[in-house]
């Protein structure tokens, strides 16, 4: 069965420092793996997507994701952190063959601090 | 460009009533859909799935049921409420099966 952790539960971070939210995933054969945030009492709202090809992934605000095989990681990236950057954020995974559904981590709360 | 509508964007039922929440999507032909529930803590979790008209596919054995009367519309209804059945609500559709989602913004379900 496949499945995403994310450890952090929360991660705050100094405004204007560089952020990481970390995401590792299990899954059968390579994966598809994405990025989402969410505000408050909203939908979330899709980031970026790791399918194929350079392991580094750039999105949407300024976000960045490194996709790491060895590791079975894939964690976000910003180098500097706005107060704005504040919300949840979602890494979810795939088994890229086939029709697999998609597996979503619990989220952590990033939390930047003016 | 594609827009996803979700309504209502708060509800709240008593319990043993009939629910409805609608989920319509524009600027795309044959959409996947999808519906997830977020519980209080944070996870998401996937309730029903579409990939055509009339095709709906259940993820858990649950008081509700999904429709697709129409390509781009998905209802989630119930015909009596749990408790158990208050949740954040979130439509979403992809462009092909299980890739990036884009999400409603959601309906608040509180049963009383």
């Known amino acids: 069965a496949q499945s995403v952790a994310q450890p952090e539960d929360q991660v705050n971070v100094a405004e204007g420092n560089p952020l990481t939210v970390k995401c590792t995933y299990s899954?059968?054969?390579?994966?598809?793996l994405f990025w989402y945030v969410q505000y408050p009492n909203r939908g979330l709202q899709f980031l970026l997507k790791?399918?194929?090809?350079?392991?580094l992934v750039k999105g949407s605000y300024g976000f960045e994701a490194e996709f790491n095989k060895s590791q079975t990681s894939f964690h976000l990236k910003k180098p500097s952190a706005l107060v704005s950057d504040s919300a949840l954020y979602f890494c979810?995974?795939?088994?890229?063959?086939?029709?697999?559904?998609?597996?979503f981590g619990t989220g952590t709360k990033l939390q930047v601090i003016p | 460009s594609q827009t996803i509508h979700q309504w209502p964007a708060t509800l709240v039922q008593p319990v043993g009533s009939p629910l409805s929440l609608e989920c319509t999507v524009e600027?795309?032909?044959?959409?996947?859909l999808y519906w997830y529930r977020q519980a209080a803590g944070r996870g998401l979790q996937l309730l029903f799935y579409?990939?055509?008209?009339?095709?709906i596919s259940s993820e858990v054995p649950q008081n509700l049921s999904a429709s697709r009367p129409q390509d781009r519309q998905f209802i989630l209804s119930s015909k009596k409420l749990l408790l158990s059945d208050s949740g954040f609500y979130l439509c979403?559709?992809?462009?092909?099966?299980?890739?990036?989602?884009?999400f409603g913004q959601g309906t608040r379900l509180t049963v009383v």
């Open positions: 979403a559709w992809s462009p092909l099966l299980n890739t990036e989602a884009f």
């Open positions: 899954v059968s054969g390579n994966p598809y």
């Open positions: 790791y399918i194929t090809g350079d392991n």
């Open positions: 979810a995974v795939r088994a890229a063959r086939g029709y697999q559904k998609v597996t």
């Open positions: 600027g795309t032909s044959n959409p996947n």
């Open positions: 579409s990939v055509g008209i009339g095709q």
